[in-house]
């Protein structure tokens, strides 16, 4: 009988061989890359004698139209109680009350990390010389800085008294015309980041972690989570890891600790990338450079997420584009990033095997020139076909 996923005392998953996944089918082409997701998740589980029990949940469109609530307390309460999910893609809600449904769940659940890895797949066509060389894994920071949400509108009675209390507090000068943020950047936020950041770099043989920040500007928040990544080297993981000034690049056998500015970073990646392995960084930092990094080995059709809670246990697993609504029921698009997330899913499950047979089927359909349009368009004598059409295709080679 399927069973629950549940979190060891000691902050390890348990996961039965038949383990209940919550699932938001997403909204928009949602319909499309969602059954051809599953079907190949499906099929590379039972090579493995895994069954996944899947349960729906409902955000976004469908949960409005059949609840009247774009986040129904039911979603969140499946998710808080299953530890592990997956989702689709969600329009975001114009004056639903909402900055973003997904933004909403990252805070309901205080998924901390957004975990982005970046990979090319061989014949994806691509913008650069060596997409083969970009293999980098983003952990964003996913509570913080200036996705808190807190600003205030230009011209409204809160944005005069902020700005007149900090001229009578710090005597910052602010001009009176301005809309105001807020950047909060704490200790326990950055800490906990690049502690997850490190520890999935020990655990799987990368060789360094890259603290990317513009704390050459802002001191006090990206400068410091810098700092504190520093000490949380020496502090906790001095036996196997070690910070760029405690070793002048040379880590010896340990894994290497280092810092890079944020802007020179966006030029890096492009130039050397073969410089660039586990990346710890800001949230905005981690959105401008995961973007920059999917389009880079082929774009966003392919790009997986995910949002976790180490501590809790809590996972949610999603497509990173949108809902791309244009071509929504046409069975068109590339299912590929949210079938990748469901690989990053299986790999937190401990389903490596799974997870590496999805990869290579997945890498041998593409070499097979069996590519949904969005690759199709940029390939010399390609087959395009459709969404489920792909799924067939990639089962086959399983
Ligand atoms: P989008 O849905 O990501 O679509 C932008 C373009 O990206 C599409 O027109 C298409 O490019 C390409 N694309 C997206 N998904 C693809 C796929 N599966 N395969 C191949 N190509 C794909 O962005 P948007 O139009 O700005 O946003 C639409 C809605 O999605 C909005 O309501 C937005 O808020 C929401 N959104 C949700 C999420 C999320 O749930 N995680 C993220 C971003 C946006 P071509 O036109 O070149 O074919």
């Known amino acids: 009988m399927a069973a629950k996923i549940t979190m060891s005392p000691g902050g390890v998953l348990s996961v039965p061989d038949d383990p209940i996944i919550p699932f938001i089918e997403g909204d928009g082409t949602g319909v499309d890359i969602w059954p051809a997701a599953k079907r190949v998740l499906d099929a590379a589980a039972a090579k493995h004698q895994h069954r996944i029990e899947w349960k729906e949940v409902l955000a976004g469109e469908k949960a409005y139209n059949e609840t009247g609530n774009w986040l129904p307390e039911e979603t969140v309460e499946v998710f808080r109680e299953y530890l592990i999910g997956i989702k689709g893609p969600l329009t975001t809600p114009v004056g639903g009350g909402f900055r973003s449904l997904n933004v909403a769940l990252r805070q309901v659940l205080d998924l901390y990390v957004c975990l982005r890895p970046v990979r090319w797949f061989q014949g994806v066509p691509s913008p650069v010389k060596r997409p083969d060389l970009v293999d980098m894994v983003i952990f964003r920071e996913n509570t913080e800085d200036i996705y808190a949400g807190l600003e205030v509108q230009e011209g409204t009675p809160e944005a005069k008294r902020l700005i007149e209390v900090l001229h009578e507090e710090l005597g910052w000068d602010i001009r009176p015309d301005s809309g105001v943020g807020v950047k909060p950047i704490s200790v326990t936020g950055s800490k906990r980041l690049i502690r997850a950041a490190i520890r999935y770099a020990l655990d799987r043989g990368r060789k360094s972690v890259t603290m990317v920040h513009k704390g050459n500007i802002q001191k006090f928040t990206e400068g410091a989570f810098r700092q504190w990544g520093y000490d949380l080297v020496r502090e906790e993981f001095a036996d196997v890891a070690v910070g760029w000034d405690d070793c002048g690049g040379r880590p010896g056998g340990k894994l290497l600790v280092k810092d890079n500015i944020a802007d020179i970073t966006l030029q890096q990646v492009l130039t050397r990338p073969g410089d660039f392995d586990v990346i710890a960084t800001t949230n905005l930092n981690g959105d401008y450079l995961s973007d920059a990094l999917a389009a880079q080995v082929g774009g966003i059709g392919i790009a997986p997420g995910a949002n ?33 997330s469901g690989v990053l899913m299986f790999e937190h499950l401990g389903w490596q095997q799974a997870a590496d047979d999805i990869v290579r089927a997945l890498e041998a359909t593409i070499a097979d020139k069996v590519v949904t349009y969005d690759f199709a368009r940029q390939m010399e004598g390609a087959t395009e076909v459709k969404t489920s059409e792909l799924a067939s295709a990639i089962v086959d080679r399983l």
């Open 308 to 340: 976790v809670n180490y501590v809790s246990g809590h996972g949610i697993f999603e497509a990173t584009h949108g809902t791309a609504p244009k071509y929504a029921g046409q069975d068109k698009v590339n299912p590929g990033s949210l079938l990748l």
